[in-house]
Nanobody, 121 residues
Framework: QVQLVESGGGLVQAGGSLKLSCAASGRAFSSYTMGWFRQAPGKEREFVAAISGGGGITDYADSMKGRFTISRDNAKTTVDLQMSSLNPEDTAVYYC??????????????WGQGTQVTVSS
């Protein structure tokens, strides 16, 4: 089992950038595919990005490609989400997630508590 704690959320102006981090505790971090999701008010949770256990393969939602970058540091057991060119539609609670096994399915087993990102116009 893995425990996840997000940090780095906050208020940013449109066009700005923000970096989210997720610290994972537990065993065999590199065996987990890691991901980020987000949930805006009144909307369902949506997939943002994922990264394979070794970090060599990434997967992005179409609307995030080119603006968001996911990365991980297995030595530090962290996964980051660098976000740029933010717009008010990116306002949401962002969640870190983990799943055992290879990257591919966008279903995850473990979740953090979330961190709020607010983009002002």
């Amino acid at each position: 089992q893995v425990q996840l704690v997000e940090s780095g959320g906050g208020l940013v102006q449109a066009g700005g950038s923000l970096k989210l981090s997720c610290a994972a505790s537990g065993r065999a971090f590199s065996s987990y595919t890691m991901g980020w999701f987000r949930q805006a008010p009144g909307k369902e949770r949506e997939f943002v990005a994922a990264i394979s256990g070794g970090g060599g393969i990434t997967d992005y939602a179409d609307s995030m490609k080119g603006r968001f970058t996911i990365s991980r540091d297995n030595a530090k057991t962290t996964v980051d989400l660098q976000m740029s060119s933010l717009n008010p539609e990116d306002t949401a609670v962002y969640y870190c997630a983990a799943r055992r096994g290879r990257i591919g399915p966008r279903t995850f087993d473990y979740w953090g508590q979330g961190t709020q990102v607010t983009v002002s116009s």
